[in-house]
């Protein structure tokens, strides 16, 4: 059992389970219905993803003040950090963001973090 760390809207792996989007907001031009069959997430958590203050830093090029930023926020996320990384070792889940390169996107980050939390990771 293990989270996989995806780009949403990707094909689903066979093994993944339920998505989960860490992203701020929903998919645009896409019905709330339509979310899941197209590959986008199964369940929306926003608490896990950065604020907007930060994808701009994110997307201003200062990725190291953006990370340092982000796990800040996610200490005051701590619990749900811990439920997430309980539910791991039990049961297939995927959490992820639109991004398409993963090195410079917060679920680089938030795989760490989780990892941090004793959650099992998928390969």
């Known amino acids: 059992m293990a989270i996989a760390v995806v780009r949403l809207g990707s094909p689903r792996g066979r093994s993944e389970g339920p998505r989960i ?3 701020r907001r929903p998919p645009r031009g896409v019905r709330k219905q339509d979310y899941a069959k197209l590959d986008y997430y199964d369940a929306w958590l926003p ?3 950065p604020t907007a203050k930060l994808v701009k830093l994110a997307q201003s090029g200062d990725w190291k003040k953006f990370v340092r930023l982000y796990r800040g926020e996610m200490r005051a996320r701590s619990r749900v950090l811990d439920v997430l990384a309980a ?3 039990s049961a297939d889940f995927s959490v992820g963001c639109y991004c398409e390169d ?3 996107c917060h679920r680089s980050i938030l795989r760490q973090i989780l990892r941090e ?3 099992q990771l998928a390969t």
């Open 47 to 49: 608490e896990l993803a």
């Open 117 to 119: 939390h004793g959650a």
């Open 102 to 104: 993963e090195s410079r």
């Open 87 to 89: 539910l791991s070792q």
């Open 21 to 23: 989007g860490t992203v």
